[in-house]
C-alpha cells in the first residue's frame, strides 16, 4: 500500500486538502492544482471540512484550517503535558520544598491537572481534580493574562487581582499571590505554552506564608518559570 494512501479513498482525499492548508491559505483552484483532486470533488470535501469546523475561510474566500484543527493538537498536547507534569512537578517541588501543581483553565474555573505534594510539615492541599476560582491565585492571573482583552476584562470582573497585576505578569513572565486565594498562603505561577505560543495551563508551587513570604516570587519565580519552560519545550518537540 502507498504510504499516503490508505485505501480509503475520500479520507486521503480530505487529508491531502488539509496538508495542503498547512502551508497557508488555498483557493479552491490552488487546493485544485495542489492536490490533484477534481475541481467538484475538492470543493465538495473542503466545504464538508468547513462543516466540521477543520477548515474555514478567511476575508478573501481562501481556504484557511479551522479552529478545530487546532482544537484536536491542544487535546493531543494536553496529553503530552500530562506525561511529562508529574517528574517535572516532583522536580520543582524537591527544588523548592513546597508542594507543585499544574492547572489547566476550564470555563471559569481552573482545574488542578497533576500535584506533587510536599512530603512532609505544613502544606497547602490541593488534590487533582480540585476545582478552584479564576477570580483568584498566582495560576489564575497567568491563565488570564494572556486572553484577549475582551475575556481579559471579563474575568476581572469580582476578581482579587488587577488588570495592571496582570500587566506586570506578562511582562515579567511569572504571578505571585499573597492570601489571594486563601488566607495564609502564597503561591508563584508561570505558563506553559502549546506550539502556537497559547498560554495552555500553569506550573505553580503555593504554600504557608509563614515559609513563603511577602515577595515569594523573589525567592521561587526562577525554579518556577524554568518548569513551566521545560514543559513547554516538551510540548514542541516532535
Known amino acids: 500500500m502507498n504510504r499516503n494512501n490508505s485505501g480509503v479513498g475520500v479520507l486521503d482525499k480530505a487529508v491531502s486538502i488539509l496538508s495542503t492548508l498547512e502551508a497557508g491559505p488555498h483557493s479552491l483552484a490552488e487546493l485544485v492544482a495542489a492536490t490533484g483532486i477534481a475541481r467538484p470533488t475538492a470543493h465538495r470535501l473542503a466545504v464538508a471540512l468547513e462543516f466540521h469546523r477543520l477548515v474555514a475561510r ?3 474566500g ?5 479552529p478545530r484543527s487546532g482544537e484536536l493538537g491542544a487535546a493531543a498536547g494536553e496529553d503530552r503535558l500530562l506525561a511529562a507534569a508529574a517528574p517535572a512537578l516532583a522536580a520543582l517541588r524537591d527544588a ?5 501543581q499544574l492547572y489547566r483553565r476550564q470555563g471559569d474555573l481552573r482545574i488542578c491537572v497533576a500535584v506533587a505534594e510536599r512530603l512532609s510539615g505544613l502544606r497547602d492541599s490541593v488534590p487533582v481534580g480540585a476545582a478552584l ?5 498566582s495560576a489564575a492571573q497567568i491563565l488570564l493574562a494572556w486572553e484577549e482583552s475582551e475575556k481579559i476584562h471579563r474575568g476581572l470582573t469580582n476578581a482579587r487581582f488587577t488588570a495592571a497585576q496582570l500587566s506586570a505578569d506578562r511582562r515579567r513572565g511569572w504571578a505571585q499571590s499573597v492570601g489571594e486565594r486563601e488566607a495564609g498562603v502564597a503561591s508563584v505561577s508561570a505558563p506553559v505554552r502549546a506550539p502556537n505560543g497559547k498560554v495552555i495551563a500553569a506550573v505553580s508551587i503555593s504554600g504557608p506564608i509563614e515559609r ?10 526562577a525554579a518556577v518559570v524554568a ?3 521545560r514543559l513547554t519545550e516538551h510540548l514542541t518537540r516532535e
Do not use: K, W
Not at 62 to 66: A, E, I, S
Open 227 to 229: 518548569t513551566a519552560a
Open 62 to 66: 481562501r481556504f484557511v484550517l479551522g
Open 212 to 221: 513563603l513570604g511577602r515577595q515569594p516570587g523573589r525567592i521561587h519565580a
Open 133 to 137: 476560582t479564576m477570580h483568584a491565585g
Open 58 to 60: 478567511d476575508l478573501t
Open 96 to 100: 523548592t520544598g513546597e508542594s507543585a
